[in-house]
């Protein structure tokens, strides 16, 4: 396993204003994600943060909203811009593992960053 | 419909039984399965990765049907530190997206 450590574990911010959540990893990992998870919703994939590159962003969610950074293999930012109530929900960070088996991975979650927008 | 669908319960039951939830997928080319435990106001932790073969950990069974595209876990004698909800996820590695999560079922074990 993987020990990720997310920060800030929460805040309350104001409307229009900005957050940049910070994932560290204490191992390189190829495959870092943001998940969103909305209250008593499940899990949805934001985006998978790419070293060197731009990220990739699923349906629904864009760079400009949710910019991410991934600089090294051990971490990682998601910034939620222009903040709305409509943002309040729970940001994980996640990671991919190999577990051995050549075609299986496992994904683990740091604590989660819970934001509520006012 | 969705991708990953499961039974959201709540499913309670009393302490010492046994409780079966479901998980059905659409994407036919999926490669791996898994059941995630999420506690209230936890991130969710891998609770076991479910192979072809079907595998057990102490009181948990996990079983994977690719012909019918479901998934199951078993828990046996329940106990009260069971009570979470019980995500499964499915790995679409040859997709650009990679994992995809159920909605959750809640079980609450009852004393």
């Known amino acids: 396993s993987a020990v990720i450590s997310q920060k800030p574990s929460r805040d309350i911010c104001q409307r229009g204003t900005s957050l940049t959540i910070q994932c560290q990893v204490d191992?390189?990992?190829?495959?870092m994600f943001w998940y969103r998870q909305q209250p008593g919703q499940s899990l949805t994939l934001i985006a998978t943060a790419n070293q060197g590159s731009e990220a990739t962003y699923e349906s629904g969610f864009v760079i400009d909203k949710f910019p991410i950074s991934r600089p090294n293999l051990t971490f990682s930012t998601l910034t939620v811009s222009n903040m709305s109530p409509e943002d309040s929900s729970i940001y994980l960070c996640?990671?991919?593992?190999?577990?051995?088996?050549?075609?299986?991975?496992?994904?683990?979650f740091g604590q989660g960053t819970r934001l509520t927008v006012v | 419909r969705k991708e990953v669908e499961q039974d959201p319960g709540p499913f309670n039951v009393p302490e010492g039984a046994t409780v079966a939830f479901n998980c059905t997928y659409s994407n036919s080319a999926s490669q791996s399965f898994f059941w995630y435990r999420q506690d209230c106001r936890k991130e969710p932790k891998l609770l076991m990765s479910?192979?072809?073969s079907g595998n057990e950990d102490g009181r948990f069974t996990a079983q994977l049907n690719r012909a019918s595209q479901y998934i199951s876990l078993l828990i046996r004698d329940s106990k009260l530190s069971d009570s979470a909800t019980y995500l499964c996820a499915v790995n679409r590695r040859n997709y650009g997206q990679n994992f995809v999560f159920g909605p959750g079922t809640r079980l609450s074990v009852l004393p």
């Open positions: 996640s990671v991919e593992l190999w577990t051995g088996n050549v075609v299986n991975t496992e994904a683990f």
């Open positions: 191992s390189q990992v190829t495959m």
């Open positions: 479910v192979y072809s």
